[in-house]
């Protein structure tokens, strides 16, 4: 929905991770791939840069360490 009112992929990402665990104050543990922080991931099949519409597709997620598919 925000890139249809013409946010960037880049800034749906920074709103998505950074900007809500800066929000919430826990951008100590969370939001970044750092030594020490919790980092749950997604790997998109189809890169969102390409194509907003690829954050729904296809994607391979890691959650505490445990690798699941979309």
């Known amino acids: 929905m925000l890139a249809e009112y013409g946010f960037t992929v880049l800034s749906i990402l920074q709103i998505s991770t950074i900007n ?7 951008d100590d543990k969370y939001c970044s791939i750092e030594k020490g ?3 749950d991931l ?13 954050f729904l597709v296809d994607k391979t997620i ?9």
């Open 20 to 26: 809500g665990a800066t929000a919430l104050s826990i």
């Open 37 to 39: 922080k919790k980092a």
């Open 42 to 54: 997604l790997i998109w099949n189809n890169s969102p840069f390409d194509n907003y519409k690829n």
């Open 62 to 70: 890691i959650k505490d360490g445990v690798v699941l598919k979309n």
